[in-house]
Structures are given as C-alpha cells and as structure tokens.
C-alpha cells in the first residue's frame, strides 16, 4: 500500500487524488493526513523540505512534488494513461506548467496574507503575483483546452487551479470568464473525483 501524505485543502495534493482515480489507483494509496505548518520528525525524514504531498512507496522510497507523484503514478497504472503520447504531451505539460504557475501566484499571495500582519504585506509583491493569475486566466479564457477522453494532467491542474481560486478568493475569478467556468463546469461532470476531493472555506 502507497501513502500519501495529504492535506486537504492543497490544490497539489487534489491534483494527486484525483490523477490516482483516473488511473484507478485510489484503493492502492492511504491517505495520512499531514500538517506542512508544523512539521514532524518523521515527515522531514519522508522529505526534507516539509512540503505535501509526499508518497512513501511500499519499499519506504519518498517521492514528491506533485509532478513526479503523477507520473509515477501513470507508470504504475496498467492501461489507462494521464499523460498523451507524442506532440500532445508537451502541449499536456505546457498547460500542466501554466496551471502549477498560476497556484503558486495564488498560493503567494494566501501566505502574504496569512504569515504577514497588513502594516508589513508588500502591495508591489501581491500585486505581481495578482498580474500572473490575471494574464494565466485571460491565455486560458481565450482558448479553454478541449478535452477528448481521459482528462490529462493539464486538464487536471488546471481545475484544481481553478478550485483553488474558488476555496482562496471567494471564486471572484468567474467573473469575466464565463468559458472557463463552462469548462469547469463539464471537467467537473467528467471527473466525480474533483467533487469528492473538494473542501469547504
């Protein structure tokens, strides 16, 4: 049995759980819930840097960055793939790399938030990683990616990208993008795994 270590809210460990049911791999991983803030001795010796999610294969080997878990995971499954062949897999990891980029803008900005008393958040920081979201968002609306079959892994970041902003900032993005929230809307009708891997504010 796989382990991953999870905390719900971190759209990179959604992206995990949900490449592991479309690969139907689900009742091969345990879930152990973890807290990133507050690391324990035993987690920074599944990884050092204390980041989730982490998986521990059954021979005690860590894996992590979400990235690696996926494709680790797509190696692991028989038959069904996350990752398309040829041409069309760079253009999967391309939009992959755009959706990562636009949650670790969103992510920044939560922790300035978070970690920073107002008088000392520095608007000119939050404000560059505002524009990185906004311009993601705009590429994105302007060509929503098609989905054919199997969602891939940029489809699968890229809706966790989107839930993020959901769960983070109040879903103000749909305003002004009514096609991605229309290609949200299908991903969603496509992939129970997205609403069952959801959290509340």
């Known amino acids: 049995m796989l382990i991953l270590r999870f905390a719900g809210p971190s759209p990179f460990v959604r992206m995990v759980r949900i490449a592991a049911s479309l690969l139907s791999l689900t009742d091969k991983i345990e879930l152990k819930e973890t807290d990133s803030n507050a690391p324990s001795a035993d987690f920074l010796e599944d990884n050092p840097l204390g980041k989730i999610p982490t998986l521990i294969l059954e ?83 302007a060509a929503p990616p098609e989905i054919v079959g199997t969602p891939h892994v940029g489809h699968i970041a890229l809706a966790c990208a989107l839930g993020y902003l959901d769960l983070r900032f109040g879903g103000r993005w749909r305003e002004g993008h009514p096609k991605l929230v229309a290609w949200l809307d299908t991903f969603e009708s496509l992939v129970p795994a997205y609403a069952e891997t959801a959290v509340q504010a």
């Not at 021979?59 to 990752?83: C, K």
């Not at 939560?110 to 939050?126: D, I």
Request: aromatic share 8%.
């Open 59 to 141: 021979d005690g080997t860590t894996l992590f960055d979400s990235r690696v878990i996926i494709t680790y995971l797509d190696d692991m499954a028989e038959g069904a793939s996350i990752l398309p062949d040829g041409p069309e897999r760079y253009l999967a990891l391309r939009m992959q790399a755009l959706a990562i980029g636009l949650m670790d803008a969103a992510l920044l900005q939560v922790y300035e938030g978070r970690f920073r008393p107002e008088e000392k958040q520095h608007r000119p920081w939050l404000d560059r990683q505002g524009g990185k979201v906004s311009r993601a968002l705009a590429s994105l609306e």
